[in-house]
């Protein structure tokens, strides 16, 4: 099962108080980001193939396998809409100001499905099977 939608969105506070500055990701490389359900690193749910910041925000395209149950359950969840928020993990590696703490680069660690995002408006907007 493939998805895309966006796990950070510029220029919004999110829940924690931080605000992503467009830029922040740098130069992007979707090899080697693990694709995680709810930040387990023990849950690896399969591989993201596509990351680029846009004028919105990070967008991510990935694939969910169903090789693990914890993929099947993701995929169950994205198929049955139960689930659609996106999350990211990240090193700061440059913020600014304290309230809202402004973040202008950072190191992604990981890509998430999840349940409740940190920032609201990080999503997935589209969702194909492959059966």
Request: positive net charge.
């Amino acid at each position: 099962m493939r998805f895309a939608g966006y796990a950070a969105v510029f220029g919004r506070v999110d829940r924690g108080g931080d605000l992503v500055r467009a830029g922040a990701f740098g130069a992007l490389r979707a090899a080697g980001v693990p694709l995680l359900w709810q930040h387990r690193p023990d849950a690896v749910i399969g591989t993201v193939e596509r990351l680029e910041e846009d004028a919105r925000g990070l967008r991510v395209i990935g694939r969910v396998s169903a090789r693990t149950a914890a993929g099947r359950e993701a995929a169950r969840a994205l198929r049955e809409k139960a689930v659609d928020g996106l999350s990211f993990g990240y090193r700061v590696r440059e913020a600014r100001g304290a309230t809202p703490r402004e973040l202008v680069a950072l190191e992604l660690v990981e890509v998430s499905l999840v349940t409740h995002p940190v920032q609201p408006l990080a999503r997935v907007h589209a969702v194909e099977s492959d059966a």
